[in-house]
Nanobody, 124 residues
Framework: QVQLVESGGGLVQAGGSLRLSCAAS????????MGWFRQTPGKEREFVAA????????AYANSVKGRFTITRDNTKNAIYLQMNSLKFEDTAVYYC?????????????????WGQGTQVTVSS
């Protein structure tokens, strides 16, 4: 089993920045793609960003492209999401996810492990 724990969420004004972290423990392996997803009440969980096992390939939702950056540090079993120029519509619970594959892509179905989520609230 792999456990994922997110941190770094909070309340920020529009235009501000936050950095989310996700720490992995348990039967971790660097040969896993990782991702960030988000969800608001009444809506399906949506893709935000993904990174392959090496950190050399990334993907972003169009809504966050150019504002968010996903990175990973395999020496620390951690991934990060730097969020800049935050907008009100970025308000959501953000989830870290891990896939049993070098590349997981943008679908929630590809990810086997999930954290509990961290709330991000952007005030307008």
């Amino acid at each position: 089993q792999v456990q994922l724990v997110e941190s770094g969420g909070g309340l920020v004004q529009a235009g501000g920045s936050l950095r989310l972290s996700c720490a992995a423990s348990g039967r971790t392996s660097n040969n896993k793609s990782m991702g960030w997803f988000r969800q608001t009440p009444g809506k399906e969980r949506e893709f935000v960003a993904a990174i392959d096992w090496s950190g050399g390939t990334t993907a972003y939702a169009n809504s966050v492209k150019g504002r968010f950056t996903i990175t990973r540090d395999n020496t620390k079993n951690a991934i990060y999401l730097q969020m800049n120029s935050l907008k009100f519509e970025d308000t959501a619970v953000y989830y870290c996810a891990g896939a049993n594959a070098p590349w997981g892509g943008t679908s929630t179905a590809a990810y086997a492990y999930w954290g509990q989520g961290t709330q991000v609230t952007v005030s307008s």
